[in-house]
């Protein structure tokens, strides 16, 4: 809870390019969550940016259906926030060139944080950063590539691949003269993955280190988390993923906190129906498919109802369900006076894996200034 906080009231809005974003609170891009539907679930609470789905840039430059479906923004959108991933700095200009030429977003996110195995044995990802000239590439010809544009530029990074190869500070320096308009940190290495806790020290030296924006992740479950991450490490925003996982009301928590509200929503499990429904329709709105929009509904519902007091069958059929009128009948047999878990705030939600060896590369390692593309290293399908 917000009690006892120090409240970010000399906060300022995030500037991106000609934008003026407030509050500056960023939802990560996620994989098969952060999609039309989602995103404008979460815009109805709070302003911010809201990233789409991690776009590959030869799956764009090449024009794979699925992912030209991917980037489809809602007509209010008013701020198009497109992250790309890509290893070839030709090809990651060249998605940037079709963005800028093609007024297909407002704004572009790259990818050098991304610690799954099939990113990184390629080069990509976390792995990037290592091969330090290759990394200044990408990010220079992306920013070039976006400028005729006005369209602004960040990188969204980890701390390293692992403790011994830390390489955020370094990073964030190349991409400040590379001239992006701010630097993301997830404050854990690659090989961490989503175990333990997030550093949140190295945010503080980074944004120490650096002139532009400096944006902090990890471990933001809470509003209350945001605020002792300001105070704590002097970032500019913050970033959020797993923590608005079934809690898309905490963006409004957000925007309370940084306009200096001591507020927290703690919804009744009635509200939390409306907004699953909500979140289902616009799902099936999006995906002009009720089966289809109900099926990639199911991930959620687990989210949604954590700590709740629902029944076992009754939870197997909503992870069942196939059609809005069966979930819209489901949901009303919930109790709706139950009131908010207050023992589930402050805890992880999605993914919590074990630390493990980072796949990379054969010889990735051995040379820091050798900028050469990894052979296969560009992937062709989206979303991580």
Not at 4 to 29: F, I
Not at 30 to 42: H, Q
Not at 345 to 374: F, M
């Amino acid at each position: 809870m917000l009690d006892g906080v120090t409240l970010a009231t000399s906060a300022t809005p995030l500037t991106l390019g000609k934008h003026q974003v407030w509050p500056p609170v960023v939802l990560a891009p996620m994989a098969g969550i952060t999609n039309v539907a989602f995103r404008r679930l979460c815009r109805e609470q709070g302003g911010g940016v809201y990233v789409c789905e991690m776009i590959t840039t030869r799956a764009l430059v090449e024009r794979i259906p699925k992912t030209l479906k991917m980037i489809r923004f809602a007509p209010d959108e008013g701020f198009r926030s497109l992250q790309l991933y890509g290893v070839d700095p030709d090809v990651t200009a060249a998605a940037a060139r079709m963005i800028a030429e093609e007024d297909l977003a407002d704004h572009i996110d790259l990818n050098f944080g991304c610690p799954v195995p099939k990113v990184t044995r390629r080069g990509g990802g976390s792995a990037l950063p290592w091969r330090r000239k290759l990394f200044g590439r990408i990010v220079r010809q992306a920013v070039q590539a976006a400028a005729p544009a006005g369209i602004p530029v960040t990188v969204k990074m980890r701390k390293g691949i692992d403790d011994d190869h830390l390489t955020y500070v370094e990073a964030g320096l190349i991409a400040q003269e590379a001239g992006v308009a701010a630097v993301a940190l997830h404050a854990r290495t690659a090989e961490q993955r989503y175990s333990g806790t997030a550093d949140w020290d190295a945010i503080a030296t980074l944004k120490q280190a650096l002139d532009v924006p400096v944006l902090g992740n990890g471990d933001i479950w809470e509003a209350a988390d945001a605020m002792r991450m300001v105070a704590h490490t002097g970032v500019d925003g913050v970033v959020v993923g797993r923590g608005c996982l079934g809690r898309p009301w905490l963006f409004k928590d957000l925007h309370a906190a940084y306009d200096g509200v001591r507020s927290q929503e703690l919804p009744s499990l009635g509200e939390v129906a409306a907004i699953m429904s909500r979140h289902a329709h616009l799902l099936v709105e999006a995906l002009e498919d009720e089966r289809h929009g109900c099926a990639d509904f199911r991930k959620h519902i687990a989210w949604y109802l954590k700590g709740f007091p629902v029944g076992g069958d009754l939870r197997r059929s909503l992870s069942m369900v196939a059609s809005l009128a069966q979930l819209d009948d489901l949901l009303g047999k919930l109790d709706a006076d139950a009131p908010f878990p207050r023992e589930s705030l402050g805890q992880p939600r999605g993914r919590i894996n074990a630390p493990g060896k980072v796949s990379l590369p054969y010889g990735w390692l051995d040379s820091r200034d050798d900028d050469t593309v990894p052979e296969g290293a560009e992937m062709d399908n989206s979303g991580g």
